[in-house]
Structure formats: structure tokens, C-alpha cells
């Protein structure tokens, strides 16, 4: 820009009157300036905010604070690909993981693989996932836990077993068993347990098998990709005035029209512009709630150790003082509406042909 407007003195007035206007409408700042993302100021962060457990802001627009760490073993589960530090949560949703590992293993299911929970403080992830960003979701893998215990090394390489056939769309032959009904039930059987994403295969298996009560299918929501893995998404938590709900899902277990749509060619079209930046790959602080900046700010505790879960529902060592009260703000600034659309997880199932990109895999 310096360069042309020096060789093109006469247009000078021109370009200041351009800038003036492009200055206001706000598309200089965020092309101009080194604005950090949020997403490499929350992946650089290895330890939670030490503070009372919160949720700030929306499933894929947010952070948390007071977040604690499932242990890397626990009889009944292992936490897969630990390099990524992504094994934080609200305290609420590591006891509901915990919990589900011992159910599920009373019901049969040899114990979990746990994926991604979240970051120590939430925020935007550098790779893969939308939301996960204020700790109240959390993915399990669809491949139950070895007999043998995994050793870092294979927890970082082991490949996932894929249940969905990626042309016809439909759950391989073979691979679904009756244990991995019971699981998704058990998950589903839980109050704070509003969601769990599956592959739109996965719906219609259970939509075809599930006889007696069928009540918990309406929390079973086809999605993009979670054809490995299965996505629990709890509630708000107590606690959390700034926590922004997601609309109910409807009360029909979804085995109708909305699960059809699916297996028409519309929802796999190729996506027309793949490269395009997601919206957390550009979301700056100023796109989060406010309250994240002081959740970046706040003190870590003294290890991960002192924030790890280790069961009776309450996580040691993380002090009980909420973070700095500040007032209830808007949780979506203006800026956000500017953010490119994506696929959602929080929309439902569209009526109309959209473009949608499919997820990276492993989201
Ligand atoms: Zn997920």
C-alpha cells in the first residue's frame, strides 16, 4: 500500500478517502493489524484459570474457567492422544465422563477411549473441533478399551475403527454390536446430557434396531464425521449466568424426515471452497465474551496434578473464587456476525440446499 501511494501522488486523496471508509467499516483493523487469534493465545495455555467453575459464552464461541483434568488412567477409561492436552473440562462434564466409564462398564462395555474434552481454559482449539470450547463437551471413542493397557506411544498412533461406510453412508456390517447401543443409551440416560452427535449412519442403525424405549433417540443428532467417535454435549451448569444454552432438540426420537435428509446427495456435495478459514481459525479475543480475556489472564495452578478430577465429585486444589465479577456482557459481540458461516452442530437440520463443508477429520 505505501509503496503504490507513493508512485501514485495524484491518487492520494483518493486512497486516504478509501481508507477512511474502509476504517470505519471495520475491514482495515482485521486485515491490517497482527490482531492475535484467540486460538493461539487458548492452545498455548497447559494449565486451567484457577477460579470457580464457569462457562463464558457459547459451545463453539467461548471459554471456561475452574476447568480440572481427567486422570490419564482410570480403571475404566484411558485418555487417548495425550500430547494434545485436550483431556480438561467443567468439573461437571469430567465427573459425567467419569461416571459413564463406570456405568458402561458394568453394562458390559470394556471401558472408554476418551478423545478430545478441551482445552485447560476452552477458547478456540488450533485444529479440528468448532465447539468444545467452554468444557461442556466431550468425545468417546466408538472402539471399546483394550484388555491390555495402551501405551502413550499407542495412544497418540492408534488408528480409530470407522463404523460408517463412506459412500452409502451406513454402519459396516459386522461392526455395531449391542454393547455400542447400550453405551450411547447409558450417555443419553443422563439429565445434564442434552446431545450426543453421531454419524447420520449411526442414527438410523439405532432408528432401525432400538425397540421398547425409545425416548432417549431424540438426544441421539446425526452430524458431519463422528463415525469413530460419538459427541456428549451437557447443559449450562449452575453456576454459570453467562453460560449460553442450546435450544432444546425436538421431543421425536428424529427418525423421520430430518434423519432422510442425510442420506440425500445434498448434505455431501463437495464443498465449493474447502480452504476457506473456519471461524475459529479468525476469531480474536474480541469475538469471544469478555470474560475470556481475564480467564486467559487468571493464575494456573501449581501442576496439572492439582487440578485433576479424582472422583467424589469434587476436583482438588482449584479455588473456589469466581472469576473478577464483571458485568453480564452480550456473549456474541458485534464482530462475530462478520464471521464466515460454517457447519454447525447447534443448527438444525437444514430445510434447504446449503453449501456446508464436511468437517476435517477427527472434529
Ligand atoms: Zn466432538
Redesign the pocket.
Known sequence: MTTSMRSLPGRRPFLTAMMSILALTGLVAGALTAEPRAKDLFGAKKLPAVAAAQSFGFYSKGCFAGGVAIPMDGPTWEVMRPSRNRRWGHPAMIALVEKLSRDAHADGWPGLLIG?ISQPRGGPMLTG?A??QIGL?A?IWLTPMPSRPLSTRQREEMSATLMVDEKTHLVKDGLWKPMHTRLLKRAASYPEVERI?VNPGIKKKLCDTVTGDRSWLRKIRPFWGHDY?F?IRIGCQPGSPNCKGQAATPADDGCGKPLAWWFTEEPWRPNKNPDAPKARDLMTMANLPRQCQTVLDAPAPASAEAATYHGGGVPIAVAAEPVEALPTAPEVPSGAAALPASASAFAPTPEIGIPLPRPRPG?
Do not use: A, G, R
Open positions: 478430545d473441533h465447539s468444545h463437551d468425545d452427535l467417535h459427541h472434529n
